[in-house]
């Protein structure tokens, strides 16, 4: 980029930009490919984990789409893929709304510059620590309707959030918003099953200056708590409904994908 946006560090590995780098993107710098790398000789399921998450969010979405949801909201979007929520939703409902929230001003930048029909794409910026503020963001209100259903996605975000600021509330403030019959896509890291290598994970994040939150399954399903599981329930990332490719990579071990995840309704 010419001009870098206002936030911009090249100094700092970025969120954002290490998961763009696990998924094979180029939009990363060289202080973050070192920590990918650090991260990778710690913990090498990591890349595999990150297109684990990918592709759970979007096997979601894509179901949402199909029982009927026009509305997206994908907070904590990151750094636009090859394929992303207003692609996979409008596949299958060619006038589905979708608005990305981001408190990065870097993901901003990139995702105004995605090709996606104004009227209908909304690009908001916003901290998931403040949801009040982006419920009542003047732009995502301008494409999203909450008095219709809505498919929220907190998609490998929620462990980047501390317990001091409460997740379990933030949720909470998400799901009274959200009409009956709006849904929430949630995945995130958990030590559960290997313990030894999220932890590892986490110490390199956290010296990278990104605190990781891993947290177990019964914490995890808290997050949860007021939605109505939709089928298989809160599962390893591939065991979410899962398509050929995820049988065929994690086949071995569906806990390689570091992740649970889950889907739930709003009565």
Known sequence: MERAPRGFDPTTPNVARLYDYFLGGKDHLAVDRAAAEEILRTAPETRGAARANRAFVLRAVRELAAAGVRQFVDIGAGLPAPT???DVARQV???????YVDHDPVVLTHVRALPADDDLTAVVEGDLRDPGGILKHPDLLRVIDFAEPVGIVLGAVLHFVGDADD???????????MAPGSHLVLSHVTGDARPATVEAAAEVY???GVPLHPRGRERI???LAGFEPAEPGLVWLPQWRPEEADV???AADPT????????GRKV
């Open 84 to 86: 992303n929520v207003h």
């Open 93 to 99: 409902a060619p006038g589905a709304r979708v608005a």
């Open 167 to 177: 997740p379990a509330h933030i949720v909470a403030t998400l799901r009274r918003a």
């Open 206 to 208: 956290g010296r990278a």
């Open 221 to 223: 399903a808290e997050l």
């Open 248 to 250: 065929i990579d994690f």
């Open 256 to 263: 390689a994908s570091l992740a649970l995840g889950g889907v």
